[in-house]
């Protein structure tokens, strides 16, 4: 389960149903190419996906042990969070239409906050494109979604995910101990960034 940030903001009611329905009427295709909202269609594809190992190693709140079951369960979950206007689970299609990545958004309008998590296909990763599809997505969140602070968190030995997140201008703010879904608990890097913050580093 996504945890909230460390810093807490207030929303007034009229802010958090702001975004909440922004939440509830996003068009994903703001995050680029190929997108769509998970459904229960695309539950084999994600088992495929999420049972490598290099694809769901590093994160934290992935339902284990990944089968179909775990995985009819979880996309469930997040469309029943879309409903609330809490959270986005987000796939990213190929050419072939297969899912080749997720990010899941999780929200807490009444903090006026959000997290970004989520992987691509083993043999996408490294290609220079994390970066900027990163830089993407956090523009995306704080621009349609009204939010105005966001935190992140990766495991410590996923460097690659570090440097990106550093390159962005998130403020690393020590380690926070994570709880997977299955009650164990994981060290991980955290950072936070409010959205005026982002708009002063990247000009929007």
Known sequence: MSTPPKTVLHASQAEAEAIREAVRKADVSGLGPNRALAEMKHVPGLVELLSDERVSGPIYDLPRPITTESVTRWVAERQAEHLAGEGLLVLTLDEAGKVSGYSHIAVWPERSS??????????????????????QSFAWIFETLGVRLMCLTAALDNVRSQKGIDAAGFRRMGEREVVRPDGTTRNSVYWELTREEWEKLHRL
């Open 114 to 135: 959000a997290e970004i998590g989520g992987a691509i296909r083993a043999d996408l990763q490294g290609r220079g494109q994390g970066g900027s599809g990163m830089r």
